[in-house]
């Protein structure tokens, strides 16, 4: 999490969260409260808050996960690597493949990272990537958790618990970074303009290709439709449904590997 006194962003793994906070830092005229990477809101919020977070495409992030973890990087291939899996990190599609149903699979879920995942009891009822927002997303996220009986239950327990004002979309972050900027809730350094003007001009930072950008690298046919099936809190609550296919050429698009 990355706090001031007016904002709090909830920097969800893979989505763009080092040039958002970056950002932030750079532009948010306020004073910064707390920075780590990836942590958990306080169990008690600040009252009057704004509350943003970031999202991905899923199947756009797992395959950014594979190519990364291909490069030997990422704490989710180390502990894949850690169950005797790390054959599959072969750079190929029969590999990426392999490594999707390990990932998709609830039998896998201590080889995922975070290991909270597994230690949450959720895996039987969400993806990997549905909950690492979720964790992200209300206060004290293991409380309701705990309590989800379904994957149903776990998207309805979502929004009943979550605090998220704003939703930043890797695949529109410039547009939506915009729309953040022009609120009159918030103040910007040295203006609003400057901020807006930087927006336009700047390439997104920290980038990384995926495996199939080049053409040589075919996503299975289903890839898609298996992981819509395990991540219904992203495809029902944030839209990515199994027709959704992010960018892959434009400049302001570029993946992150934040």
């Not at 990477?37 to 970031?54: F, Q, T, Y």
């Not at 609003?192 to 075919?218: C, H, I, K, P, W």
Request: glycine letters at 6%; charged letters at 30%.
């Amino acid at each position: 999490m990355h706090a001031f006194h007016s904002l709090a962003y909830l920097d969800v793994e893979k989505s763009g969260s080092t040039y958002v906070s970056r950002f932030l830092r750079d532009f948010l005229d306020d004073d910064e409260v707390a920075f780590r990477k990836h942590v958990e809101l306080e169990d008690r919020p600040p009252a009057g808050r704004l509350h943003v977070i970031s999202v991905r495409d899923p199947l756009d992030t797992y395959l950014s996960l594979y190519s990364y973890g291909c490069q030997g990087k990422g704490g989710l291939s180390g502990t894949i690597r850690e169950a005797g899996l790390g054959h599959l990190y072969d750079g190929t599609a029969e590999g990426f493949d392999g490594w999707l149903d390990v990932v998709l699979d609830p039998a896998y879920a201590s080889a995922l990272n975070p290991r909270s995942y597994d230690k949450s009891g959720v895996a039987p009822h969400t993806g990997l990537l549905s909950y690492r927002v979720a964790r992200l997303s209300s206060p004290r996220p293991r409380r309701w958790m705990r309590q989800a009986t379904s994957a149903d239950d776990f998207v309805a327990r979502y929004r009943s618990n979550t605090v998220v004002d704003v939703v930043l979309r890797n695949e529109s972050l410039t547009e939506d970074l915009e729309a953040l900027v022009r609120r009159t809730d918030l103040e910007w350094r040295p203006s609003r303009a400057v901020a807006l003007e930087t927006l336009r001009a700047q390439r997104r930072l920290n980038t990384s290709r995926r495996l199939d950008d080049d053409g040589a690298f075919t996503v299975p046919h289903d890839a898609r439709r298996r992981v819509a099936a395990r991540e219904r809190l992203l495809t029902e609550v944030f839209g990515y449904d199994d027709g959704h296919r992010s960018s892959t050429t434009e400049a302001t698009h570029a993946r992150s590997s934040a």
